[in-house]
């Protein structure tokens, strides 16, 4: 095999290593930069296919059409090289297109200049058969616009080695290897151009086209060249609102973004990189600390700077970069603003501070309802109704005002009642002392202590309970429930009604209701009670003085505590029926305290059922 033919084959095989390339570049088109890189790569086949074609031409006409071949590439490939580099480091993002069109004129011209160079002659002036050798068959003397061609190419192969040169000292260890390989798949074509500028008549550039493939082929299988550029590593690095610093093996800063230095001002004063931290941070002595004495093992630690007036607060997190899972190769430092939540913080502890003290005049204030006031109203209550009854008894004439205002300062006294019993439910200083009580003789004793009320507008109040139902409750709690809803049912029963309270087991629940005949409640009324509100909006009726509502809620909440439920219906004009669940069985019949005389008084009183 002649010099032609080695020649020729190895231009060939440097030809399908480039497609090859092309190929793997292929696999990743939707990225800009492996769109380039397909293209730079059919370039250098085309060139290299050329001149695999010129190396086996026999004559002139052969020669000149395997130019064309090569012309295909020739003007185009250094250029697209060039514009990969702007799209790796993301220059004039604003301006690409037309960048693109000012980058690809002079290469656009060469292709046409040459494609008609028989008639001008600005390429190649004339062809010049070699007589010393057969490769080349041909020489060329060169015209004015290869001489621009030439200064072109290697002005924009030196620009886009000035555009890699800070990303590289800026970037991350595998994008610094993505780098060296792009200079390298450039530098190759550069080197073995130079032979030929240095007076071999050989040009060697394809092969060095094919050193590009091997290097270019390496950077794609092995440091995954395309798939993460370093203008794409660079965005998402600038993109983290958090702040982040990049420290090497020496805790020299390497980088940071741009939240870092909103963080730390004094990076944006750094010229060059990598530079000592301690000339960089020597304001924050404390964090230099954290960083030079850092364990192997990931550090969080809060940090705060004063700022624009304001203090900034920060969570910090420092982590160790290893390589292969061993070399410790630099440091990650990240700061998370947590301002707004420190002065969230500082609001709500300001919050609950108030909100104690007005807790605290609360107390104050019930306090005093509980002694100052409710003692005289009791008085009052005792007062009204040994004059109510001495007037009765002497036949006064205004004894029924009298009668009216004992009735007010009872209904006052209970509203009080109500409303210290609500208070001390919720600050939890009703004791829960849940037993076992006879229903029947509970019930006997609230109607027993409800009944002078309903003897003066001539109600009839009945009980028709089972005597061995037992319900198991708190005392107080229950004579409470039933006292309230007593209370109400007079109240809202005209003169001469009846009351009748019932019971019946269902499971090991207990229903009471107690059902009236009175007027009912109309529609918006009842909406109203039916609300989950300690404190209903409105009055419930007319003459309410307000004890309902917090009669109500009481009842409702102990019924509650007692893991019951409380409800009500009600028609107009027919009567109301309140119902509540207790737990309780059907057993022996137990008395309550005192329960024997409260059953003999309540015979005494209602003459029996």
């Not at 006997?444 to 028709?464: D, H, W």
Request: net charge negative; with cysteine; proline share 3%.
């Amino acid at each position: 095999m002649d010099t032609r033919q080695w020649m020729s084959v190895t231009l060939f095989l440097a030809a399908a290593l480039m497609v090859f390339v092309s190929f793997l570049s292929y696999r990743k088109r939707h990225l800009p930069v492996a769109k380039t890189m397909i293209l730079i790569m059919l370039a250098a086949a085309c060139y290299a296919l050329g001149y695999a074609f010129e190396v086996l031409s026999r004559d002139l006409n052969e020669v000149k059409l395997s130019l064309q071949i090569q012309y295909l590439g020739i003007p185009f490939v250094t250029t697209l090289w060039f514009f990969q580099v702007i799209q790796f480091t993301g220059t004039a993002a604003r301006y690409r297109k037309l960048l693109a069109i000012i980058l690809f004129v002079i290469p656009t011209a060469v292709f046409f200049l040459h494609l008609t160079n028989d008639w001008h002659h600005l390429i190649y002036e004339r062809y010049i058969l070699n007589q010393d050798a057969s490769v080349p068959l041909y020489t060329t003397d060169k015209g004015p616009w290869y001489k621009v061609h030439t200064i072109y190419n290697y002005s924009v192969l030196l620009c886009g080695m000035l555009l890699f040169i800070p990303m590289y000292w800026r970037a991350l260890p595998i994008v610094r290897k993505q780098i060296v390989v792009l200079l390298l798949g450039a530098a190759a074509p550069m080197f073995f151009n130079l032979f030929f500028w240095a007076g071999i008549k050989v040009d060697l550039t394809p092969f060095g086209f094919a050193v590009s493939g091997v290097v270019y082929t390496w950077g794609i299988l092995r440091f995954n060249l395309l798939r993460l550029t370093p203008l794409a590593m660079a965005k998402v690095f600038e993109t983290i609102r958090d702040g982040v610093i990049l420290f090497d093996y020496e805790d020299q800063i390497v980088s940071y973004n741009s939240a870092a230095q909103e963080v730390l001002p004094e990076l944006g004063l750094m010229k060059r990189s990598p530079v000592n931290m301690e000339k960089v941070l020597s304001a924050s002595p404390e964090l230099l600390e954290r960083i030079r004495t850092a364990s192997d093992g990931d550090e969080r630690f809060p940090f705060h700077r004063f700022h624009a007036n304001r203090i900034k607060y920060y969570n910090c997190s420092l982590s160790h970069i290893y390589e292969s899972g061993e070399i410790l190769i630099g440091k990650i430092l990240m700061f998370s603003d947590i301002t707004e939540l420190k002065e969230s913080e500082t609001r709500l502890l300001e919050n609950a501070r108030q909100l104690s003290e007005l807790n605290a005049f609360k107390d104050k204030l019930f306090t005093v309802v509980a002694h100052d006031i409710r003692d005289p109203i009791a008085l009052l209550v005792s007062l009204t109704e040994l004059l109510g009854d001495e007037l009765t008894a002497a036949d006064f004439e205004h004894a029924e005002l009298v009668r009216e205002l004992k009735g007010q300062v009872q209904s006052t006294f209970h509203l009080v009642e109500n409303l210290l019993d609500w208070y001390r439910s919720q600050k939890g200083k009703v004791v829960f002392r849940p037993l076992g009580w006879n229903l029947q003789q509970v019930v006997r004793q609230a109607l027993m202590l409800s009944g002078t009320k309903a003897a003066m507008k001539q109600i009839r109040m009945t009980e028709g309970i089972d005597e061995k139902l037992t319900i198991r409750a708190d005392k107080e709690m229950l004579d409470l429930i039933l006292r309230n809803l007593l209370s109400n049912a007079i109240k809202f029963t005209g003169i001469g009604g009846s009351i009748e309270i019932g019971a019946v087991l269902e499971g090991d629940l207990i229903v009471v209701s107690i059902r009236d005949n009175g007027a009912g409640i109309d529609d918006q009324t009842s909406e109203l009670l039916r609300l989950e509100e300690p404190f209903l909006k409105a009055m419930v009726n007319g003459n309410d003085s307000g004890d309902t509502r917090f009669g109500l809620a009481l009842t409702r909440e102990f019924v509650r505590i007692h893991g019951g439920t409380l409800w009500f219906e009600s028609e107009p004009g027919i009567g109301t029926t309140f119902s509540f669940t207790l737990p309780g069985s059907a057993g022996v019949r137990n008395a309550f305290d005192n329960g024997g005389m409260e059953e003999e008084a309540y015979e005494s009183y209602f003459g029996g059922r």
